[in-house]
């Protein structure tokens, strides 16, 4: 059984390591989609899945990692792979300042808080105007090929770029799950009162998660402003952006480890192809059939996508 | 569990020395005085029962020890350190364990999880914690189950879980509440016998339990609590003949006759 796993993984990893080779501009932009929301639902499976902690504003960090990039590139000259550790760094901070008090209390404080706080951002960046360039946005002045910078002509890098990240954050998770802190975690989502009397320090070890999260957020923020040189208030931080987060994880399979990668799949999959065959027939009927879609997932797989596979999977070896 | 077996052998001993001092402990919330000037010694290896009729605050009293509720009076010492107001994971290091009235199983995890939970309390290491929870599950004669899901467990098959859960952390002293609550009689046996062999180990307990043939039959020394006040202490004997228990328990007019 893990022996067929591993295998499985190694022949996923060369298929998508040879995909640019073999495939349209078109279709490697809907994966370098796929590839950033399943880096944005693993790192919020880690706080919201793994710690069953319903972190409902992951566009506060998203939009931190993007505006951090693109002003300080476009205001400062600093080089946008410096830019999205800074941008990591602010949102661990915020992290700190929602989850310290919220923490503490028990109930939903802190969904709310994180609600409220990306909130807060969107109206901030849409204020200060000659800071973030308001409603307007920021445009990232285009440089051609440029490395260092973080730009590059084609979209091949970014695909690289995009594989890479998933695949550390699906290792990251894994190391998680393995862990004491992954069990701490598991513990905590189960029962709080529970694994506190086992001595689980349950505000620590959530912080720990919710920072984590924060961080790895914060650089997916950086690689969307870098691949589509835009960014404005209601991208970064509006609350579409964290609905999808949450859509993706629970599509997939919330607390599962591939379950956001599954959930990404499944659902940027979705929109293109609903788009694609419906998008120029009748205005918003796309939107309509996604949503269908959508509910009939989450209805009928209370576990996501990923617990689909685990059942056909039973079937199979059972033979 | 090992490094204290010894201090069992002067039992009986009323001398013994103290684990945990409560020293006029007391609970408001808000005009309700739920725990009113408590007082009590617990001794190293003894098990100590705590009954009273309901609403008598053996729960929260219990919960004031185990650092769910914060005494607004009072203190608790406990190895000579003062552990009143301090969090439960506080509490559980310095080697308090507990178990809970209503099961808290962690239901998503399995059987070998939950343990290995209690287990890394002293260690990091994901697979001393592994084996150290197979040993405790293999005492308690559940590591036959030891890869299922904690909530598909018969009910006394997750209240001994709870239980392995919490002497996985190696405590000193076991706090137990309502154990036996909903268990055949053949259930409430098997784990009466475990608490003793747990006891003879070295484990001090405090139990709080309702169906006195169990409470009378397990502890050396029973606390009688009612309306939050202390009423009575004493060996099992002492206490069933105390005419202020009997009151307690059966109403005023009976006593007086």
Known sequence: MKHRNAIFLAVLLVLFL???WFTSNYIL?????IFMFAALALAWNIIGGFGGQLAFGNASFFGIGAYAAAIGFSTYSISPWIGMLIGGVLAVILSLIIGYPSFRLRGIYFSLCTFAFSLILEVLARHYISFTGGDMGISVPLLGNAPAQFQFESGVPFYYIGLLMVILYVAVCRWIQVSKFGYYLSALRNDQEAAEALGIPSPRIKMYAFMINAFLTAL???????????????TAFGMNMSVQILLVAIAGGVGHLWGPVVGAFTLVTLGEITNY???ASIPGIDLIVYAIFLIIIVKALPNGMVGLFQQANRLFSRG | MNGIAYEKSDSGNRGRDVLLEVRELGIRFGGLKAVDNVSFRINRGEIVGII???????????????????????KVVYEGREIQGKSPWEICKMGISRTFQKIKVFGDMTVLENAMVGALLHTSRVPAAREKAMEVLEQLGLHKVSGFKAKNLTLADRKKLELARALCNDPKLLLIDEMMCGLTQAETKDIMDLLIRLNKQGITMIVVEHIMAVIMKLSERLIVLDHGELIAEGTPEEVGRNEKVIKAYLGGHYAAS
């Open chain 1, 18 to 20: 040879m995909l640019p």
């Open chain 1, 29 to 33: 932009g809907v994966v370098i989609r």
């Open chain 1, 220 to 234: 997916v923020g950086t690689f969307y402003v870098q691949y589509t040189l835009f960014i404005d208030p209601q």
């Open chain 1, 277 to 279: 065959y419906l998008g």
């Open chain 2, 52 to 74: 009273g009729p309901n609403g008598a605050g053996k729960s929260t009293t219990f919960n004031m020890l185990a650092g769910a509720l914060t005494p607004t009076s009072g």
